[in-house]
């Protein structure tokens, strides 16, 4: 019987609708019939091979390139990784692709792999080392363009609201986050920055700032249910990130259907309603968010790993990273 | 100037070195050079055109349908989207295939796109609605596959490890994650099952759990590295999942160079870390986790989300779960 045929199962497949697509668009799942009889076929983008006889013959097999943008040294492309035979209908891309030409030793060392490290940073850590590493970061400079964007100075078309609270302590910028596409709703990704600058982090909330972060979580909520049609207050997700990119004090606003990346790993992202918690359910004794051990992941060419949890860990003082 | 044509580029490209491979082994970055110049080349396997036409034909145009198992109506394949042409070698599986025949309508229920919500579940919600939901679950025999394994009954060769701690209270096992190959160490991601059955979830740690959570996440880590080598304790991530799968207390391990995907989501998993330093930082007029707000994400299909969530945010009293 050809049912005991398992290959032959697959192009017998007669599609009916799309399930759904997820993981990134990388995963879809077919609904159809073989045979007449209901079935699924679960459709995904297999890991790259990386045996470097492939590797090395990768660039010539890969057909119908197609630039799609270019900026200095970048250039992107869609392409397919094999030539299609005499098909009627030309074949949708299945690779992206990225070009870096001429790089530099620094392009190289950002995009090689790098051994991350799960680090305790305790109250006493961040006092002594942290702070001041922060404090050198916020003096560098490094902070100029945020200041620029909230004074209105650079970047407004990144701008998608501006808050005019009653009491400035609670005025935010609403800004999508760099891998959002700006339409997907499902795919939502947006940063609230605060435009009071005393916050350089989630370290800085304490038990006295439950009831404006509430209130500010409440406001993100209906902001984004104002922009954003369709989009219901429990359909986001709020997520701070420690360490942050940047020390000025800005949420992470996700979509629930956002499908989670490293943006939300553990070791990274911390949720916003957790914080608030915490803090509301604190011991008196203590002050907030400075008071307690925070657990993070570091890659170890970070200056945080090799400046201080590298040297901690191997028994010895950090120097002054102020 | 042929530096000029971008698109020519790429097939002049040199491959030297596998930078990195990531993104579930579906990006990779190869350096090499072009025209004797250093460069950087990003691959990444594209999401699926779900043009209704194109995915009509897809089961056609798939080839080299390599069957790798089978299990009742389940099928696994390895399989290229397109016919390679008159190659010298042949080209890796780009495809992944599931087939699922004949399937159920709870199938396609399963697999179908479900909205997810954003809940809070307060004291008050867990007490009177969730716990009872939970006893429920436990009753009905939806803990007898844990109980068995932990009695050695049953999967005995799914077992990883087995403690033999001074304390009973203290003994473990640990289990591979279905999603783990386990051998891929980068990959690694491992359950450790609590043999004590008096802690459903991370709702009844309390205040006087910590020392015990402690001692049980230093012990984790030393058996780890003694079971995998080349890890070491701060290559790992602890983490639980609130809802859990099923309601006897286990905790995630990971490696962290385990690209985070749902499993670490925000409002599904919560640091162990953070579990363990909130408890310890909570104040003394409250017992533990029973007693805080906790956010997390639910299918509209699920039982919490129709039975509680849904009647709640509809102003309605959720009947009876228990």
Same mark, same amino acid.
């Given at each position: 019987?050809?049912?005991?045929?398992?290959?032959?199962?697959?192009?017998?497949?007669?599609?009916?609708?799309?399930?759904?697509?997820?993981?990134?668009?990388?995963?879809?799942?077919?609904?159809?019939?073989?045979?007449?009889?209901?079935?699924?076929?679960?459709?995904?983008?297999?890991?790259?091979?990386?045996?470097?006889?492939?590797?090395?013959?990768?660039?010539?097999?890969?057909?119908?390139?197609?630039?799609?943008?270019?900026?200095?040294?970048?250039?992107?492309?869609?392409?397919?990784?094999?030539?299609?035979?005499?098909?009627?209908?030309?074949?949708?891309?299945?690779?992206?692709?990225?070009?870096?030409?001429?790089? &530099?030793?620094?392009?190289?060392?950002?995009?090689?792999?790098?051994?991350?490290?799960?680090?305790?940073?305790?109250?006493?850590?961040? &006092?002594?080392?942290?702070?001041?590493?922060?404090?050198?970061?916020?003096?560098?400079?490094?902070?100029?363009?945020?200041?620029?964007?909230?004074?209105?100075?650079?970047?407004?078309?990144?701008?998608?609201?501006?808050?005019?609270?009653?009491?400035?302590?609670?005025?935010?910028?609403?800004?999508?986050?760099?891998?959002?596409?700006?339409?997907?709703?499902?795919?939502?990704?947006?940063?609230?920055?605060?435009?009071?600058?005393?916050?350089?982090?989630?370290?800085?909330?304490?038990?006295?700032?439950?009831?404006?972060?509430?209130?500010?979580?409440?406001?993100?909520?209906?902001?984004?249910?104002?922009?954003?049609?369709?989009?219901? @207050?429990?359909?986001?997700?709020?997520?701070?990130?420690?360490?942050? &990119?940047?020390?000025?004090?800005?949420?992470?606003?996700?979509?629930?259907?956002?499908?989670?990346?490293?943006?939300?790993?553990?070791?990274?992202?911390?949720?916003?309603?957790?914080?608030?918690?915490?803090?509301?359910?604190?011991?008196?004794?203590? &002050?907030?968010?400075?008071?307690?051990?925070?657990?993070?992941?570091? @890659?170890?060419?970070?200056?945080?790993?090799?400046?201080?949890?590298?040297?901690?860990?191997? @028994?010895?003082?950090?120097?002054?990273?102020?």
């Amino acid at each position: 019987m050809s049912t005991t045929n398992p290959n032959g199962l697959i192009t017998r497949f007669k599609f009916q609708s799309l399930l759904r697509q997820d993981s990134a668009g990388r995963r879809i799942i077919l609904k159809g019939t073989i045979s007449g009889q209901p079935a699924l076929l679960l459709v995904e983008r297999a890991a790259f091979d990386i045996d470097p006889a492939y590797l090395n013959s990768f660039p010539r097999l890969v057909t119908h390139v197609n630039n799609l943008g270019d900026n200095d040294i970048y250039r992107w492309y869609m392409a397919n990784s094999l030539p299609d035979g005499t098909l009627d209908q030309p074949t949708p891309p299945d690779l992206k692709l990225n070009l870096i030409y001429p790089c &530099t030793e620094a392009h190289v060392a950002k995009y090689s792999f790098q051994q991350s490290r799960a680090v305790v940073e305790t109250p006493e850590i961040y &006092t002594k080392f942290v702070r001041p590493y922060m404090q050198r970061c916020r003096e560098e400079g490094r902070l100029n363009w945020v200041f620029n964007i909230i004074e209105g100075r650079t970047e407004q078309e990144n701008v998608l609201f501006r808050s005019e609270e009653a009491d400035l302590k609670d005025d935010f910028l609403l800004l999508p986050d760099l891998n959002w596409d700006r339409k997907t709703i499902g795919g939502l990704h947006l940063l609230a920055l605060v435009e009071r600058r005393d916050l350089w982090s989630v370290r800085d909330l304490t038990r006295g700032d439950v009831a404006w972060l509430r209130h500010l979580r409440a406001t993100l909520v209906k902001t984004v249910e104002g922009l954003y049609e369709g989009v219901e @207050g429990d359909m986001l997700k709020f997520y701070v990130h420690y360490q942050p &990119t940047y020390y000025h004090f800005h949420i992470h606003i996700v979509h629930v259907d956002l499908d989670p990346s490293a943006t939300q790993g553990v070791g990274k992202a911390i949720s916003l309603d957790n914080v608030i918690n915490q803090l509301d359910t604190m011991s008196g004794a203590l &002050t907030g968010m400075a008071d307690v051990d925070l657990m993070y992941t570091l @890659g170890e060419a970070s200056e945080l790993w090799t400046k201080i949890f590298l040297p901690l860990k191997e @028994g010895k003082v950090p120097k002054s990273t102020g």
